[in-house]
């Protein structure tokens, strides 16, 4: 029988031959690549991991009278979709309070000079509407401007971060307005502590940033109001809200997951869902197929982003909507075409035209006439009336 000697000069008398040397190293050198750039990730890296509510809604020990849900507006058109979001919050119920930030120049008690009737101004009657009927509480502010913006759509999304200020809240919930809240979000509350909480980018390769702002879990706090009012005194023109709080909060933001609190309106459009579905709160690693069914009924926030494609408040033109609307593809099922993505896609934006007509009434119409609201859908496309005998 071999003895250990035996084989120790066969391994030594192997590995000094020159060709098995470079092959270790080289095996070495791939291994050594391949673990960095595993591990080599910041704390809020796409590895980070994704935060849970640490109890439940039900727990009798919760003080709700200290949770908020915030909005913020700048122009009617905003106020409007804010007035939206609270309608959907109304209807599914909630227990936090509410409070909407707007503009100091505005007067809730406005009147119409040209009202016969001595009516609201439209801006004055939705305020009076969110108030009154949803229940919100109405903070006037000094709307945050961005004067040297490159993008006129962010210039005021300073403002959002005034929900840094609200330091009478234990934690503050502040969504977006061009959003769509389709279940209870009271859950979000009770995640660990931090001082912010935020979506991760999920959707491509963030340049600068990891997190979106369009969904904020905030602690307010004196001390941290007051950072982020020196670094909006000291942004770039191409600093805006998102880049401040990834900048100030670095390793120290809470990742909100995609699934279900973070459901882009442009995921319908893409061809590959794989960042999205790994993204859930219980289950990352679980594989799934793209159901486009199953994940808008399992998604309980939505955000309109779907570039270019305009903001739903505005008529995208004809060529624009058919040149990008999402694409059917082939099913399973002796080859015919599944179009559920594109179904769905198009009726989030009838939806909201629908919604806004009915919750915010005369004078908030769609803005674009490019697309006239009795156009037709054929043959996958659509067309203008005129188009279609």
Not at 314 to 339: H, I, T
Request: charged share 25%; net charge neutral.
């Amino acid at each position: 029988m071999a003895t250990y000697r035996y084989y120790a000069r066969r391994l030594r008398r192997t590995f000094s031959q020159p060709l098995v040397q470079l092959l270790s190293i080289c095996v070495l050198l791939f291994l050594g690549i391949r673990w960095v750039l595993r591990h080599n990730h910041d704390d809020d890296g796409a590895y980070a991991p994704v935060a849970r509510p640490v109890k439940s809604v039900e727990d009798w020990r919760i003080d709700w009278s200290k949770l908020y849900y915030a909005q913020y507006v700048t122009s009617p058109e905003y106020l409007c979709n804010a007035l939206m979001v609270w309608h959907e919050i109304e209807e599914i119920g909630s227990r936090a309070q509410r409070i909407m930030l707007y503009p100091s120049s505005w007067d809730p008690e406005e009147i119409d000079p040209l009202s016969p009737s001595q009516e609201y101004t439209p801006v004055a009657r939705l305020l009076q509407q969110a108030q009154n009927s949803y229940f919100v509480k109405l903070q006037p502010v000094d709307v945050l401007h961005q004067n040297n913006s490159k993008e006129s759509t962010w210039a005021d999304s300073y403002t959002k971060l005034l929900a840094f200020n609200l330091t009478q809240f234990d934690r503050v919930l502040a969504l977006d307005s061009d959003s769509i809240v389709l279940q209870n979000l009271d859950e979000i509350f009770l995640l660990p502590k931090a001082p912010l909480a935020m979506p991760y980018v999920y959707w491509g390769e963030p340049t600068g940033w990891s997190f979106s702002s369009q969904m904020l879990l905030i602690t307010p706090s004196a001390s941290a109001f007051s950072k982020i009012s020196s670094a909006i005194e000291n942004a770039s023109p191409d600093d805006y809200d998102m880049d401040i709080l990834n900048s100030l909060f670095k390793g120290h933001i809470l990742r909100i997951p995609q699934r279900p609190y973070n459901l882009l309106s442009g995921e319908f459009r893409r061809k590959n869902h794989a960042q999205y579905l790994r993204t859930h709160a219980r289950s990352s690693a679980r594989k799934q197929k793209w159901d486009p069914d199953f994940i808008l009924a399992e998604a309980k926030f939505l955000h309109f982003s779907d570039w270019p494609i305009p903001k739903p408040w505005m008529r995208a033109k004809k060529e624009v909507l058919n040149k990008y609307m999402p694409k059917c593809a082939q099913s399973e099922w002796f080859g015919a075409s599944d179009c559920r993505d594109r179904a769905i896609w198009l009726k989030l934006y009838y939806d909201f035209a629908v919604r806004r007509q009915a919750v915010c009434g005369e004078g908030f119409e769609l803005q674009s006439q490019e697309l006239p609201p009795d156009s037709i859908y054929r043959h996958g496309k659509w067309f203008h009336p005129d188009e279609v005998g």
